[in-house]
């Protein structure tokens, strides 16, 4: 019965309870991304980065991960306007994050926008990884 206590415990730190709203909103905030979170996605989505798997607009306990590696425990959040002034909740939830075991990754929307190379490139060392020559329609594939 104790283990069964200990896994349940370990269960709940690993993923917190959800508000039931939370599952909503990120179905929303699909529906509502910003120019550059398209652009991003286009280059993560199908394993097309690094061979890795994302998920978009994930929810994680009482907040939402703009893009999310499970292999990695990597939350990658871009920046744009609708995070001027909300600095405190944006470290609250980083803190957050981080004591779950999830590193947390952060690039401008102008990043995005001007300097997709630079983003994809220091994504892919922030991973230890390297990413794989633009192929094809300009997507970046497997890392070496």
């Known amino acids: 019965m104790l283990r069964n206590n200990w896994e349940s415990m370990e269960r709940i730190h690993k993923r917190p309870n959800k508000p039931c709203y939370i599952t909503s909103l990120a179905r929303e905030h699909r529906k ?3 120019q550059a979170e398209v652009i991003m996605w286009e280059r993560l989505r199908n394993r097309q980065f690094c061979g890795l798997k994302f ?5 994680f306990g009482r907040y939402i991960m703009d893009f999310f590696c499970k292999e990695k425990n990597l939350c990658l959040e871009i920046d744009g306007s609708s995070h001027y002034g909300q600095e405190e909740y944006d470290s609250e939830r980083e803190v957050f994050l981080k004591s779950a075991g999830i590193s947390v990754v952060r690039f401008s929307n102008d990043d995005v926008l001007g300097r997709l190379d630079f983003v994809l490139n220091a994504l892919a060392n922030s991973l230890n990884m390297r990413p794989s020559p ?3 329609r300009g997507k970046v594939g497997e890392g070496a």
Do not use: F, L, N
């Open 55 to 59: 998920r978009r607009q994930a929810p």
């Open 134 to 136: 633009v192929t094809g």
């Open 32 to 34: 509502k991304s910003t």
